[in-house]
């Protein structure tokens, strides 16, 4: 699949996955696209926990209330970036920033193997879960958890949700311009 295909195919998948183990070398070309994402400062400061047994799966999705997207998916990538990112030496810290390029790497690369995910992130920041997340997986203190990806073929085939045509969105030269 070209990596236009994998646009267009890549959703947000919040449905069960079917009971089949992911190939550790599928999971790790995975996370190879997200290492090769590009980063400010060339920083490469997001890092990631695969992981691959269903009891620390299980752990995962019970500090996330359950639901079928993480307590059926046979993998998880863990991303983790710095914990309090600062501007230093005139620098500005870029952390999310790469994460998220790292991430979108990632669920093109899942998807053009035929995999499905979701980049979740927004509940990660209540009652602790980022934190109670890292404990389990072992991120260092001064490091936090800041997307999961549960990854697994998918139960059932959904389509990506509608897009605005480029017309609403895109213009050349000039902001709304026709």
Known sequence: ?????????????RGGYQDLPIPRDHLQRIVQAGLQAPSGYN????????VDDRSLI??????????????SAPAMIVCVVERAPAASAGRLS????????AVENMLLAATALGYAS?????????????EDIGAL?????????????????????????????FEQRAWFNRCGSA
Not at 94 to 101: D, H
Not at 137 to 156: A, M, S, Y
Request: with cysteine; glycine share 8%.
């Open 118 to 130: 979701l980049w979740y992130d927004g509940s990660l920041r209540f009652e602790h879960r980022a």
């Open 43 to 50: 920083a490469q400061d997001t890092t990631f926990v695969v």
């Open 1 to 13: 699949m070209d990596v236009f295909e994998a646009i267009a195919r890549r959703h947000s998948y």
């Open 94 to 101: 870029f952390v999310i920033e790469n994460c998220a390029a």
């Open 137 to 165: 997986v072992g991120v260092p203190p001064d490091r936090v958890v800041q997307v999961l990806l549960p990854v697994g073929v998918p139960l059932e085939s959904r389509q990506q949700a509608a897009k605005k045509p």
């Open 58 to 71: 299980a752990r995962i999705a019970a500090l996330l209330g359950g639901g079928a997207v993480f307590a």
